[in-house]
């Protein structure tokens, strides 16, 4: 294991630990809003907290851009990209679908992954050029080629509403298209999902970088593909992406192409 994804894993377990332990009493929580259905708790920080000091012990020259912190440290060609719990709403709701997202860029190529999802002990990791494992397992994207018999996965808008009717006419399409949609509310683990091959394809609107980028690193090294809602490489600064197996990728493509206005593609 490369030693900077060997640190992320440590930083992961970490806050997994602080995590696990805080699910057993979700009556104890204490839950803020960002803003509309969108929340924190001290979990959330206690979680990003850990993670911080792992990350800062080992690597203190590097940049850090988290989703409790927003941008850390000094500049430098190394950026770690970090949601401490990603699917908050289903951590304080005790829906277990949620998970720690760990990312490195270097010069801003995603280069090292993970996703952990505590309530499984399912443990994504991926460094660029050398694959993507669960558990230590390999993975590889799904070798579904038809649209019609894929299991796609999305995230609705709960944010923002300003493409809420965009969205919906791509879900009406899309359902009549496939075999399913899924939402489960966890962005982090639908994209590790795709690199297991339990989702053929995802989508979704207004993301955050650290939403996409463990995932889309684990996808790419399993072998399939991510972009943005045009398939080009924007995605992290554009916060809509499509990823998929490389056929179901360009079908997904096909399919919102004629609802996207310009300020969407």
Known sequence: MH????????AARRAGHIISRASLDLSQLTVSSKQQSDYVTEVDRAAEAAILEIIREAYPS??????????????????????????????????????????????????QAVVY????????????GG?????EKRLRVSKRVRLAEALIGTGFP????????VYLKIFRDLTEKTSGLRRPGAAALDLAYVAAG???GFWEFGLSPWDMAAGALLITEAGGLVG??????????????????????GALLQVLAPHLSDELK
Do not use: C
Not at 3 to 10: G, H, N, Q, R, S
Not at 63 to 86: R, T
Not at 90 to 100: D, K, M, R, W
């Open 3 to 10: 030693p900077m994804l060997t640190i992320a894993v440590k």
């Open 158 to 165: 709960y944010r923002s509403f300003k493409h809420i009717d």
């Open 198 to 200: 339990r989702l053929d």
């Open 62 to 111: 590097h940049a850090i851009l988290a989703e409790e912190s927003g941008s850390l440290g000094p500049e430098s060609e190394y950026q770690w990209i970090i949601d401490p719990l990603d699917g908050t709403t289903n951590f304080i709701h005790g829906f277990p679908q949620y998970a720690i997202s760990i990312a490195l860029a270097h010069k801003g190529v995603l280069n």
């Open 131 to 135: 694959g993507a494992f669960l558990n």
């Open 228 to 249: 943005d809602l045009s398939g080009e490489a924007d995605y992290l600064t554009g916060g809509n992406i499509v990823a998929g197996t490389p056929k179901i990728f």
């Open 117 to 128: 999802d505590t309530n499984r002990n399912e443990l994504f990791t991926a460094s660029k």
